[in-house]
């Protein structure tokens, strides 16, 4: 075999071979999982659960570091810039697919900056109104407000979040006129809501679901092709007559770009074990949770696929973020 040859040979060979060797060995010191969010949500939630079989899947503590700020910005800031090496992991979640369209002039590129590792679960979101409004389908809220434009408010945790976003697909669909009324968070925009404040959200099953089950909300619709197993009751988009209404929270995870794809092929393995478990799939069914531990191409390919979609929504309704 010629010089040239063996070298080039040589060349293709020894990297995939020192990166088998680092997987291996991989990690030798703690890990970090940042959540570019507060405690509490469904996105730390999750990152506390995946972290804790991950400390016992790896034999070295995975931390879970809450970067806030920027409304994301600061915490997958954070992970773009670090080394890629393992040791600095993103929990993403829907919020980092919107902002790709929202946010003008991130210092990163959702796509190039990030490595994929897998999807860990999913959540339908679901239409909630007031008790009071005198619409018990989703056909006959849009009768209502088609018959009084611009009458009916409806709430969100803010300009360009989630629940902003859902409603704009839904005026969309359903061509109607409702006014947005935005709040800072979800949690003051749910109060006013059930004082009768404004008339209707679209949220996620996890947020919303005790104040369904109290009585306090009335649900008109699970965002999903299928009926949601904590709400066997609310019809599914299509059933509602809006198939094309499918909108789900998810939440999942990366590394900085550049990552060794075999550390990217063990973490993933790892943690779609951890999910498969029955103690976390029901930890996490008895939040609302689905499921769903993908491979990171398919990861790559949701991550595409919903930033295409949501920044057509908001370059369609004009939506600034605050």
Do not use: C
Request: glycine share 8%.
């Amino acid at each position: 075999m010629k010089m040239g040859t063996v070298s080039r040979l040589l060349a293709v060979v020894l990297p995939v071979l020192f990166s088998n060797a680092a997987a291996q060995s991989y990690p030798t010191k703690p890990v970090t999982l940042v959540v570019p969010f507060a405690t509490g949500g469904s996105t730390d939630i999750v990152a506390r659960m995946v972290a804790h079989d991950l400390t016992n899947a790896l034999g070295k503590p995975v931390l879970v570091d809450n970067r806030t700020g920027g409304g994301g910005i600061v915490g997958w800031s954070t992970v773009a810039r670090a080394a890629p090496d393992g040791y600095t992991l993103l929990t993403m979640d829907l919020s980092f697919a919107i902002a790709a369209g929202l946010i003008p002039n991130l210092p990163f590129d959702q796509r190039k900056s990030f490595a994929p590792i897998t999807i860990a679960i999913s959540v339908p979101h679901v239409m909630v109104v007031h008790p009071s409004v005198k619409a018990r389908s989703v056909q006959e809220l849009i009768a209502l407000a088609k018959a009084t434009p611009g009458k009916l408010f409806y709430g969100s945790g803010g300009n360009g979040t989630n629940t902003h976003l859902g409603s704009e697909l839904f005026k969309s669909l359903a061509g109607v006129d409702m006014v947005h009324v935005p709040y800072k968070g979800a949690g003051a925009v749910l109060q006013d809501l059930m004082a009768g404040q404004v008339q209707m959200l679209v949220s996620s099953v996890t947020t919303t679901l005790p104040h369904i089950k109290s009585g306090k909300l009335r649900a008109l619709m699970v965002t999903d092709d299928k009926r949601a197993a904590v709400l066997p009751d609310v019809p599914s988009a299509p059933e509602a007559g809006l198939p094309k209404m499918v909108m789900l929270f998810w939440v999942g995870f990366a590394a900085p770009a550049g990552t060794s794809q075999a550390i990217i092929e063990r973490l993933n393995k790892e943690i779609v074990a951890a999910l498969a478990t029955p103690e976390t799939k029901k930890r996490l069914a008895d939040l609302g949770l689905d499921v769903v531990g993908n491979t990171p191409a398919q990861t790559a390919k949701l991550l595409d696929d919903e930033i295409q979609r949501w920044s057509a929504v908001i370059k369609a309704a004009n939506i600034k973020a605050d």
